[in-house]
Structure formats: structure tokens, C-alpha cells
């Protein structure tokens, strides 16, 4: 495949929607690959424990490494290839964004490490960095349970991204965020009826001058995004108290 992803996790039944839609097809057509693995499987205990107390105190309960290493290991070695990227799902993370989703669809091989409670004892990804390159990556300011969901997420983002994947390649060039539209957020859309409960479609988009829609949608884009996102217009999101 294009992408090799392994998902090391204790909750794989959350993976299961991943064989729905898109990525679903990309897999029968062999762009796509993955393989979700049960952290539990590499316990040696009755009770196949995970996590146990922080040193130092605090709420909460860590990952133990032991399973985490033995896990790490059984993946890497079943893929003796170039250097893997292995993702940490965290909201302590470096931001995702669309160029990190395009970077992470040419790595080639992906392993996807879930953590849960409070984290996973540092050693682990220290360890890790031996052996593959680590990205800890967070979706945004707010807290998950667990690494789950925002995997899901980014391997949406990630494997759309994969020639062949979205059908009409055409539909990644004018999305929000994309390169070409200098990172703006996407013009609102519209389609018939021209005229649904009193609201009327913009008069320009039923004019056929194409150069004007262009021109209406870099606008809108333009105002949207100073509207809603001023960081991403490279200027302050709030008026500079020394007025400069
Ligand atoms: Cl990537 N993981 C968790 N657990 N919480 C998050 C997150 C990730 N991004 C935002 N919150």
C-alpha cells in the first residue's frame, strides 16, 4: 500500500468505522493498509493491567511502559523498513493542521500509539526515538479521554490526502485550508432552487461570469476568515492595545 498505519490501543472497537466510506474502498483497492493491535496482548498478569499510580502523587493513572515497549518493538520489527513515524495522540501535542496531515500521507508507514488516563510513562517515547521518528500531536485546545476519537480524525485527514482516495482530486484543491486558497477558510456554497423561503442565492452565482464568482468567493473566503479566524490572515485576533 501506499500507507501502512498500526493502531496500538485498548479500545480497537473504535476503529471499527474506519472500513465505512472512503478509506473502507481505499483498503480493497490496496492504497491503504492497517492493522489495530490490543495493547493487552502484550500484558504477562491475570488482569492484563495497562496503567498503575503516578510517581510523585497526583490524580489519575499512567500507562506502564512494559507493555508499550513490547508492543512498539513487535510492530517495528514486522516492518524492518525506513524509519516509521509513530504518532502520540496528546492534547500536550504540536497543533494538527492540513500540512501536517500532507506530511504524515507521504510517510509512507504510520503507528499510531493510544494512550489513555493520564498518559504513558515518558520513558516510552524516549525509547521510541530510538527507533522511529515521534510527532506527539494534538487536535486542538480541549481534552479527550483518550487518543481514540483523535486518531480517528487524523486518519481521515491523512488518508483522503492519498492519490486515488477522494474520486475527484479537484475537490482537495478549493477546501478550506487548502495551499491554493493561501490557507483561507472556504467560501459558503449553494445549489437549487435559486429562491428556498425567502432566501435567495448571491446574483452572481447564477450570472455566469466566472471571473466575478472567483472573484465574489476569494471575498467571501477573505471576509469569513477575518471573521472567524484572524490568526490564519497573519494579523492580530485582537486589536493591539498600543494601537500600532
Ligand atoms: Cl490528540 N488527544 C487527547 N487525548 N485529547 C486531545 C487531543 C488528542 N487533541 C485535543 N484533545
Not at 480541549?142 to 476519537?149: D, M
Not at 492519498?162 to 472556504?186: C, F, Q, R, Y
Request: charged share 25%; net charge negative; glycine share 10%.
Amino acid at each position: 500500500p501506499v500507507l501502512q498505519l498500526d493502531i496500538i490501543t485498548i479500545f480497537g472497537d473504535y476503529f471499527a468505522p474506519l472500513e465505512l466510506s472512503l478509506l473502507g474502498k481505499a483498503r480493497e483497492q490496496g492504497l491503504l493498509a492497517w492493522r489495530v493491535h490490543d495493547l493487552r496482548d502484550w500484558t504477562h498478569d491475570r488482569h492484563r493491567t495497562v496503567d498503575d499510580t503516578p510517581y510523585g502523587g497526583g490524580a489519575g493513572m499512567v500507562m506502564k511502559p512494559e507493555p508499550w515497549g513490547e508492543a512498539l518493538d513487535a510492530v517495528l520489527d514486522a516492518h524492518p523498513d525506513a524509519r516509521p513515524t509513530i504518532v502520540v495522540p496528546t492534547p500536550a501535542g504540536e497543533p494538527f493542521r492540513q500540512a501536517t496531515a500532507h506530511e504524515l500521507a507521504g510517510a509512507g508507514h504510520l503507528i499510531f500509539a493510544c494512550g489513555r488516563y493520564e498518559g504513558i510513562d515518558a520513558r516510552v517515547l524516549e525509547y521510541a526515538r530510538t527507533r522511529a521518528a515521534v510527532r506527539e500531536i494534538s487536535l486542538g485546545d480541549y481534552v479527550l479521554n483518550g487518543g481514540e476519537v483523535a486518531v480517528l480524525a487524523m486518519v481521515e485527514a491523512i488518508g483522503r490526502l492519498i492519490p486515488g482516495v477522494v474520486g475527484n482530486p479537484e475537490s482537495l484543491v478549493e477546501e478550506s485550508h487548502a495551499a491554493d486558497t493561501d490557507g483561507l477558510l472556504e467560501y459558503p456554497v449553494y445549489t437549487k432552487p435559486a429562491s428556498w423561503r425567502g432566501l435567495d442565492v448571491p446574483e452572481i452565482l447564477l450570472s455566469g461570469h466566472h471571473a466575478a464568482i472567483a472573484a465574489w468567493r476569494r471575498e467571501s473566503s477573505i471576509e469569513r476568515t477575518r471573521q472567524r479566524r484572524p490568526d490564519l490572515l497573519g494579523e492580530a485576533s485582537e486589536p493591539d492595545p498600543t494601537g500600532e
